[in-house]
Protein backbone atom coordinates (compact mmCIF):
# COMPACT_ATOMS: atom_id res chain seq x y z
CA UNK A 1 0.00 0.00 0.00
CA UNK A 2 1.37 3.33 -0.71
CA UNK A 3 1.92 5.83 1.88
CA UNK A 4 0.64 8.92 -0.21
CA UNK A 5 -3.12 8.21 -1.11
CA UNK A 6 -5.18 11.02 -1.85
CA UNK A 7 -7.88 12.57 0.18
CA UNK A 8 -11.35 11.83 0.03
CA UNK A 9 -12.65 14.20 -3.25
CA UNK A 10 -16.09 13.58 -1.21
CA UNK A 11 -15.20 14.78 2.12
CA UNK A 12 -11.66 15.77 2.11
CA UNK A 13 -11.01 12.55 4.58
CA UNK A 14 -7.07 11.66 4.71
CA UNK A 15 -7.53 8.48 6.29
CA UNK A 16 -8.38 7.47 2.58
CA UNK A 17 -7.52 3.04 2.03
CA UNK A 18 -6.84 0.48 -0.83
CA UNK A 19 -9.57 -2.21 -1.79
CA UNK A 20 -8.59 -3.09 -5.17
CA UNK A 21 -8.78 -1.65 -7.70
CA UNK A 22 -10.84 1.48 -5.70
CA UNK A 23 -10.06 3.86 -2.79
CA UNK A 24 -12.28 3.72 -0.21
CA UNK A 25 -13.22 6.60 2.10
CA UNK A 26 -13.99 5.54 5.83
CA UNK A 27 -15.62 7.98 7.16
CA UNK A 28 -18.21 9.09 3.98
CA UNK A 29 -17.53 5.51 2.43
CA UNK A 30 -17.19 7.08 -0.79
CA UNK A 31 -15.44 4.46 -3.47
CA UNK A 32 -13.17 6.02 -6.75
CA UNK A 33 -11.04 5.18 -9.19
CA UNK A 34 -7.75 6.63 -8.44
CA UNK A 35 -6.79 6.79 -11.79
CA UNK A 36 -9.75 8.38 -12.92
CA UNK A 37 -9.88 11.73 -13.76
CA UNK A 38 -12.45 13.63 -10.78
CA UNK A 39 -14.39 16.47 -12.31
CA UNK A 40 -18.24 17.53 -11.15
CA UNK A 41 -18.66 18.02 -14.66
CA UNK A 42 -19.27 15.57 -17.55
CA UNK A 43 -16.60 13.90 -19.08
CA UNK A 44 -14.83 14.44 -22.10
CA UNK A 45 -16.26 10.83 -23.88
CA UNK A 46 -19.71 11.99 -22.72
CA UNK A 47 -20.14 8.58 -20.74
CA UNK A 48 -22.25 8.84 -17.51
CA UNK A 49 -20.54 7.40 -14.59
CA UNK A 50 -22.24 6.57 -10.88
CA UNK A 51 -20.20 6.85 -7.58
CA UNK A 52 -17.68 3.95 -8.03
CA UNK A 53 -17.57 4.59 -11.47
CA UNK A 54 -19.84 2.07 -13.64
CA UNK A 55 -21.01 3.17 -16.42
CA UNK A 56 -24.44 4.23 -16.77
CA UNK A 57 -27.44 3.76 -19.37
CA UNK A 58 -30.88 4.69 -19.84
CA UNK A 59 -33.24 2.06 -17.90
CA UNK A 60 -30.72 1.01 -15.43
CA UNK A 61 -31.78 0.70 -11.56
CA UNK A 62 -29.38 2.46 -9.21
CA UNK A 63 -29.28 2.89 -5.71
CA UNK A 64 -28.78 6.17 -3.72
CA UNK A 65 -25.73 5.46 -1.71
CA UNK A 66 -26.35 8.59 0.66
CA UNK A 67 -29.58 10.11 2.43
CA UNK A 68 -30.74 12.90 0.69
CA UNK A 69 -32.70 15.92 1.73
CA UNK A 70 -35.70 16.72 -0.35
CA UNK A 71 -36.90 20.57 -0.39
CA UNK A 72 -40.21 20.63 0.68
CA UNK A 73 -40.70 17.23 1.82
CA UNK A 74 -40.32 16.63 5.37
CA UNK A 75 -38.39 13.28 4.53
CA UNK A 76 -35.38 12.38 2.74
CA UNK A 77 -34.48 10.10 0.46
CA UNK A 78 -32.70 7.32 2.17
CA UNK A 79 -29.67 5.74 1.65
CA UNK A 80 -30.29 2.33 -0.31
CA UNK A 81 -33.49 3.73 -1.60
CA UNK A 82 -33.70 1.70 -5.29
CA UNK A 83 -35.07 3.33 -8.52
CA UNK A 84 -35.48 1.89 -11.38
CA UNK A 85 -35.19 2.66 -15.24
CA UNK A 86 -33.57 5.52 -15.33
CA UNK A 87 -32.79 8.64 -18.03
CA UNK A 88 -29.89 10.28 -18.85
CA UNK A 89 -30.52 13.50 -19.44
CA UNK A 90 -27.77 16.80 -19.87
CA UNK A 91 -29.59 18.78 -16.78
CA UNK A 92 -28.92 21.26 -14.85
CA UNK A 93 -26.33 21.86 -11.87
CA UNK A 94 -24.95 18.31 -12.62
CA UNK A 95 -28.36 16.85 -12.11
CA UNK A 96 -28.06 14.29 -15.16
CA UNK A 97 -30.18 11.69 -13.88
CA UNK A 98 -34.31 12.01 -14.77
CA UNK A 99 -36.28 9.39 -12.57
CA UNK A 100 -39.39 8.34 -10.79
CA UNK A 101 -39.22 7.84 -6.88
CA UNK A 102 -41.99 5.79 -5.09
CA UNK A 103 -43.38 8.30 -2.48
CA UNK A 104 -41.22 10.75 -3.86
CA UNK A 105 -42.54 11.60 -7.73
CA UNK A 106 -40.21 12.72 -10.79
CA UNK A 107 -37.18 14.03 -9.93
CA UNK A 108 -33.36 14.57 -11.23
CA UNK A 109 -30.59 12.90 -9.37
CA UNK A 110 -26.79 13.46 -9.81
CA UNK A 111 -24.99 10.44 -10.84
CA UNK A 112 -22.64 11.18 -8.24
CA UNK A 113 -24.91 10.01 -5.51
CA UNK A 114 -26.20 6.59 -7.14
CA UNK A 115 -24.65 3.38 -7.58
CA UNK A 116 -25.61 0.86 -10.15
CA UNK A 117 -27.81 -2.18 -8.82
Given at each position: ??D??PPC ?12 P????PECA??W ?7 DA?P ?6 D?V??V??D?DT??V??T ?6 P?A????T????IR?V????GH????K ?10 S ?6
Amino acid sequence: MSDALPPCPVCSCEYTYEMSPLLVCPECAHEWDPTAATSDAAPEDGVIRDAVGNVLTDGDTVTVVKTLKVKGNPTAIKAGTKVRNIRLVTGVDGHDIDCKIDGFGAMQLKSSVVKKA
